[in-house]
C-alpha cells in the first residue's frame, strides 16, 4: 500500500518559521513529481508548491521568497520551509504525489 505521513506543523508566531517533512511508502518515490497543498475551513485546496523528479520547483506567488520545496530521494522524503511566516498562512498542509496519492496533512498555526 502507498502511504504518506506529513510532519513537522505547529504553532508559531508571525515571522517564525517551520519544516514541515512528508515520508512515503510503497512507491518507487525518486520517479514521481510531488506537491504540498494547504487548506482552511471553507476554502478550496491549493497547491503552494511543487517539485518534479528531476528537482524543478514552481511556488504559488502567495509563498515564492518565503517557502522553499526540497526532497531526499534517499529518505523518500520531500520537505517544505516555510520562512517569515504570516497569519494568512494558517491551514492544513498535505503533501501529495503528482499522480494519484494524498497524505492526511499536518496543521500549521500562525498567531501571535
Known amino acids: 500500500q502507498v502511504q504518506l505521513v506529513e510532519s513537522g506543523g505547529g504553532l508559531v508566531q508571525p515571522g517564525g518559521s517551520l519544516r514541515l517533512s512528508c515520508t512515503a511508502s510503497g512507491i518507487r518515490f525518486s520517479v514521481y513529481g510531488m506537491g504540498w497543498y494547504r487548506q482552511t475551513p471553507g476554502k478550496q485546496r491549493e497547491l503552494v508548491a511543487a517539485i518534479t523528479s528531476g528537482g524543478s520547483t514552481n511556488y504559488a506567488d502567495s509563498v515564492k521568497g518565503r517557502f522553499t520545496i526540497s526532497r531526499d530521494n534517499a529518505k523518500n522524503t520531500v520537505y517544505l520551509q516555510l520562512n517569515s511566516l504570516k497569519p494568512e498562512d494558517t491551514a492544513v498542509y498535505s503533501c501529495?504525489?503528482?499522480?494519484?496519492?494524498w497524505g492526511q496533512g499536518t496543521q500549521v498555526t500562525v498567531s501571535s
Open positions: 501529495n504525489v503528482a499522480c494519484c496519492y
